[in-house]
């Protein structure tokens, strides 16, 4: 039974709590409203470039671990690490006010820290709320439980247009969270894949709390 719980725990630094979830409920694919938090480092290929590989390494993994204790804290859960980029999911407990909860936190904290700590590198962020289909993605031999759908892909595209220290949210989140935030917009922007435009938000603070 220790055996089994040490196990688990290992595990749990490897697979997301979906994931985990997943292997209790089935495979099978459902559709279930979320919110999704993007978040990406600005300028890291150059800055790979010109660090060696130790250093690159030590930094992605600061910056992904001061990111991951906040995200956990406010409720999220990671999804997964692409190379530079955090992808999180906010299921319950006001999801879309989790997720610009740990945004602004993690701004702050790259705002006041990135000089002294990580090298003066910045974060983008992009957080998106709506349906997704979760499931197991991959193959009998390799798969991964994730989400997939217009809803994911629309936060990923906000996280590659936002800029440094920025966090750019959408029409969606702005509408569950407009009496508890700061933001700047609305903006029109076209993203890759869409046809029209879409209206979004610079986030700026939650009302009542100093910047």
């Not at 694919?29 to 590989?53: N, Q, Y």
């Amino acid at each position: 039974m220790v055996e089994g719980l040490r196990e688990r725990y290992e595990l749990s630094k490897y697979v997301s709590a979906s994931t985990m979830q997943s292997l209790k409920d089935g495979k099978k694919g459902k559709k279930a409203p979320l919110t999704i938090l993007f978040s990406d480092i600005r300028s890291f290929t150059s800055f790979s470039e010109e660090h060696s590989a130790e250093s690159v390494v030590e930094y992605l993994n600061k910056i992904i671990s001061f990111q991951t204790d906040i995200i956990q804290n406010n409720n999220g859960d990671i999804d997964k690490y692409v190379g530079d980029e955090i992808v999180a999911l906010y299921y319950e407990n006001n999801p879309e006010l989790s997720a610009c909860i740990s945004a602004l936190a993690i701004q702050k904290h790259m705002r006041e820290k990135s000089d002294a700590l990580y090298s003066g590198l910045r974060l983008g962020i992009g957080i998106n709320t709506g349906e997704v289909i979760l499931g197991m993605i991959g193959s009998e031999k390799r798969a991964d439980y994730t989400v997939i759908g217009d809803t994911v892909n629309l936060a990923s595209r906000l996280c590659g247009t936002a800029k440094p220290d920025q966090i750019i949210i959408s029409q969606s989140v702005y509408k569950a969270v407009k009496n508890k935030v700061i933001v700047d917009g609305p903006y029109k922007i076209k993203v890759k894949g869409k046809k029209n435009y879409n209206l979004v938000y610079i986030l700026k603070n939650v009302k009542g709390e100093t910047a």
